[in-house]
Each structure stands twice: as structure tokens, then as C-alpha cells.
């Protein structure tokens, strides 16, 4: 509180306002109050900040295209061929579903 004491202190003399000590601190109080209620009033505290949530849905996108690996079984092709004589066998890679690669 005797920081808000002071700086509404240096703002009346600063504007020439005449006030007394009780007139003073009543002041300060509610600068005090508003200070400590001023996240809460402006929404800071309920509502998120879309900028932070993209931030985080990003960076768990990237996380998880860091932990992708290429495909093994079809060396990230998605596709699994093979001959048989005359015969071709194309089908998609059943342990990457096709995409090319996995997630650890």
C-alpha cells in the first residue's frame, strides 16, 4: 500500500491537487484494487489467448513430425510390390497404412 501512497502522492503534486492524508490513501486503495483485480477485469484469467494456444498446437505439431521415421517395410514408399513370375502384387504397406512412414 505505501507504494500506491506514494505515487498518487507524487501524481496530486505533480497536478497541484490538494488532498489530505485520508482523502490520500482512499485513493490509493482503489489504485491498489483495481491493480490487483485488473487481469480478472480485462479477461486475462478466463479467457486464453489464441496467439499461445496456435503456439502450442504447433509446437505439438512439429514435436510430432520430429519423432516421424521412414517406413521400413516399404522403404517410405507406402506401397508393398512384389513378382510372382508373371504376376505383380501391389498393395499398401500394412504397417504404415500407406503413408511412407511412422510415428514413434
Not at 507524487?10 to 488532498?19: G, N, V
Not at 490520500?24 to 483485480?37: I, K, Y
Request: proline share 2%; aromatic share 10%.
Amino acid at each position: 500500500m505505501d507504494y500506491w501512497k506514494e505515487c498518487i502522492k507524487e501524481a496530486f503534486e505533480d497536478s497541484e491537487i490538494k488532498a489530505t492524508d485520508e482523502q490520500t490513501n482512499n485513493v490509493a486503495s482503489w489504485v491498489e484494487g483495481a491493480h490487483e483485480n485488473y487481469s480478472t477485469g480485462m479477461g486475462h484469467d478466463c479467457i486464453p489467448n489464441p496467439q499461445t494456444l496456435e503456439i502450442e498446437k504447433l509446437k505439438k505439431k512439429l514435436k510430432r513430425e520430429q519423432e516421424k521415421t521412414i517406413c521400413k517395410e516399404c522403404n517410405g514408399t507406402g506401397r508393398n510390390v512384389s513378382y510372382g513370375g508373371t504376376f505383380k502384387f501391389d498393395s499398401q504397406c500394412f504397417a504404415c497404412n500407406g503413408v511412407g512412414f511412422i510415428y514413434s
